[in-house]
């Protein structure tokens, strides 16, 4: 599972006619195996371009198309608008927009428009000239500033050969979106930083030492603390993730780099967490020109590399929070309880990066997060968006108790 946030919420999805709609059934299949409970309710127009019986099936939920149901004893419209704790109009046509944007109801997607208490979420998807009509944008202004969300339609070609801004947004961007209306924004002022991924140590201008660090696991706590509202500035070393949306990123290579970048930012934070693999040493010299492969035995004297975390915690103030991680192969709580103490941490997270399914690359990481006063938290094996989800609520949880120190 890769939103937590997501598991076991209801949303209404209402599905308009557009060449974009049957974009609709990915986006349903997409929140199922989120654990959404997905309920559909279809525009005349829109069945047009897909089947309800296919959208039922996908959803595993009756679909409503009609706003008058003789069958049904229930006020249908008010009681689907108020099930919903989010409800997404996905694709939305400039019509739908028009509508909500005058309180016109006239079916039954328009009429549960009318009657939400929810958050609503709109993505358009239209050709370029529609979606720039002024009308439209104006529109779209009326929705926003009634604090309604919209989802701004992706760039390029569309289907009809035009060029311009209109496509439908990939689904992970619409179930960001999604999860991002659905978090509490509970670190809202908050400054967060963190450190991601693995640092290259040259030894001549194309050979490097490093380490397999993906970037996962800095990655998806970055994603989550800004879900959760707060400022947060990644510092990444050379990896290919795309970085969540809102983030801000800063690229390193070396460690010396990410100790520069990092030291700089540092004073200002809130909240940091070292997840980075940085290199412990690096070549003592690093050659000018590639080394030749004619030289049987080459010898590389490596020196060591600044502490970040160590420096970090020598000059943390008493308000901060500073968490980091552990890579161990061997005496896991042993050696991240040295750590810990060594460089002055509020938690560590503590990773037996020997376990499969843990540690450097995968998807999913099993963790026990150490405290100061000896306590053990055990995170058994999950997804690195989870096990972030789990240390963001530590944090939230120190830099509480921090408050009321004060
Ligand atoms: O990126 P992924 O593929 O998702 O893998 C995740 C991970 C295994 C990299 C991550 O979960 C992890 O364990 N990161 C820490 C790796 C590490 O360098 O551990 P360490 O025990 O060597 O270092 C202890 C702490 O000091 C870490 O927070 C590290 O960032 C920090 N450190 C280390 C050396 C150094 N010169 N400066 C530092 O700040």
């Given at each position: 599972m890769k939103w937590p946030i997501l598991k076991g919420k209801t949303l209404v999805l209402g599905i308009t006619g557009?060449?974009?709609?049957?974009?609709a059934a990915d986006l349903t299949r997409a929140l199922k195996k989120e654990g959404v409970d997905v309920h559909i309710v279809m525009t005349k127009n829109s069945c047009q371009f897909i089947t309800p019986l296919t959208m039922q099936v996908l959803s595993e939920n009756p679909v409503r198309v009609?706003?008058?149901?003789?069958?049904?004893?229930?006020i249908g419209h008010i009681a689907t608008a108020r099930m919903a704790d989010v409800l997404v109009v996905a694709p939305a046509t400039a019509n739908i927009m028009a509508k909500a944007a005058h309180g016109i109801a006239d079916d039954y997607l328009s009429t549960i428009l009318l009657a939400a208490t929810s958050p609503v979420l709109f993505c358009p998807a239209m050709n370029p000239a529609m979606y720039h009509h002024p009308a439209t944008q104006e529109n779209i202004r009326i929705l926003k500033n009634r604090g309604n969300f919209v989802l701004e339609p992706e760039a390029g070609s569309v289907v009809c050969g035009e060029e311009g801004k209109g496509r439908f947004p990939p689904i992970e961007r619409i179930i960001h979106e999604i999860a991002y209306i659905l978090t509490?924004?509970?670190?809202?002022?908050k400054k967060v930083l963190i450190s991601a991924g693995p640092t290259r140590e040259f030894f001549d201008p194309v050979r490097f030492i490093s380490n397999p660090s993906s970037g996962k696991m800095g990655f998806a706590l970055a994603g989550v603390a800004c879900l959760r509202g707060a400022a947060v500035h990644l510092v990444s070393g050379p990896v290919t993730l795309e970085p969540p949306p809102g983030v801000q990123v800063y690229n390193v290579v070396s460690a010396k780099d990410m100790y520069d970048a990092v030291m700089s930012l540092a004073p200002n934070m809130d909240v940091i967490i070292m997840a980075a693999a940085v290199g412990d040493y690096r070549p003592e010299k690093v050659m000018s020109s590639k080394i030749k492969k004619k030289l049987s035995k080459v010898e590389i004297s490596l020196v060591q590399n600044p502490d970040i975390l160590a420096s970090i915690g020598a000059n943390k103030r008493d308000n901060q929070v500073v968490v980091g991680f552990a890579a161990e192969t061997d005496n896991l709580l042993e050696n991240a309880e040295k750590k810990l103490r060594k460089k002055r941490l509020d938690f560590i997270v503590a990773n037996?990066?020997?376990?499969?399914?843990?540690?450097?690359?995968?998807d999913t990481n099993q963790v026990k997060i150490l405290m100061p006063g000896g306590k053990v938290e055990e995170v058994p094996r999950m997804s690195k968006q989870e096990v972030a989800d789990k240390i963001i609520d530590l944090v939230e949880k120190t830099l509480k108790s921090k408050k009321s120190d004060e």
């Open positions: 557009s060449i974009a709609t049957y974009r009609e706003l008058f149901d003789l069958k049904s004893e229930e509490p924004k509970t670190l809202k002022g037996d990066v020997t376990k499969p399914g843990c540690g450097f690359f995968y």
